[in-house]
């Protein structure tokens, strides 16, 4: 596999297994992973959404503006598989 690939994929799974205050931490990884990716197009275009989207994640419920487009846990997950979905089906096309 990929190793940029694996990285974002141990990324992801970090983000899943871990408490609301490690998170931040661990978005903020995935997102300067996928931000800094310049040598492949495909991937940066596949990922970059995701890094966008993860800037209006808010663990925390009172802090949450949903009316700006905050949220929390539930679509976070959401998020983080579709992105694993998004990758695995990249790898099976042998991109």
Known sequence: MNPYLQHVQNL???IERSAAAQRAEYISQLQNKIWEETENEDINNLLAPLAGD?????????????????????????????AGLQIEIYMAKGS
């Open 12 to 14: 992801l799974t970090k």
């Open 54 to 82: 993860l800037n209006f994640y808010e663990p925390f419920e009172k802090s949450r503006d949903e009316t700006l487009g905050y949220y929390g846990d539930e679509k976070l997950l959401q998020l983080l598989k579709e």
